[in-house]
């Protein structure tokens, strides 16, 4: 079992930023992936960045060029530096970390609120 801690989401104006953490613990495999997804009410957990053990990163479309995921692998945190915020980046945001089929977590979610 890993479990994911969060942290660092909250109320921001937009073209602000913010800095999401997530820290894992328990059994942990190499190689790992670990990225963020979120989610809106009503709509499915979508891909925001993930970031493999070795340091390949993937990213959706609308978050390119503002978002960037970054990881320790010391301390089994990854984090998501978010900059120049929008609206509808406001959703809850999880934490994942994925070393195989069989072993996929998630966070309990942070909620990320953008003021326009």
């Known amino acids: 079992q890993v479990q994911l801690v969060e942290s660092g989401g909250g109320l921001v104006q937009a073209g602000g930023s913010l800095r999401l953490s997530c820290a894992a613990s328990?059994?942990?495999?190499?190689?790992?992936?670990m990225g963020w997804y979120r989610q809106t009410p009503g709509k499915q957990r979508g891909l925001v960045a993930t970031?493999?053990?070795?340091?390949?990163?993937n990213y959706a479309d609308d978050v390119k060029g503002r978002f960037t995921i970054s990881r320790d692998n010391a301390k089994h945190t990854v984090y998501l530096q978010m900059n120049s915020l929008k609206p509808v980046d406001t959703a809850v945001y999880y934490c994942?970390?994925?070393?195989?089929?069989?072993?996929?977590?998630w966070g309990q979610g942070t909620q990320v609120t953008v003021s326009s």
């Open positions: 994942n970390h994925n070393s195989a089929a069989w072993r996929n977590y």
């Open positions: 328990g059994t942990i495999v190499s190689p790992n992936t």
């Open positions: 970031i493999t053990s070795g340091g390949s990163t």
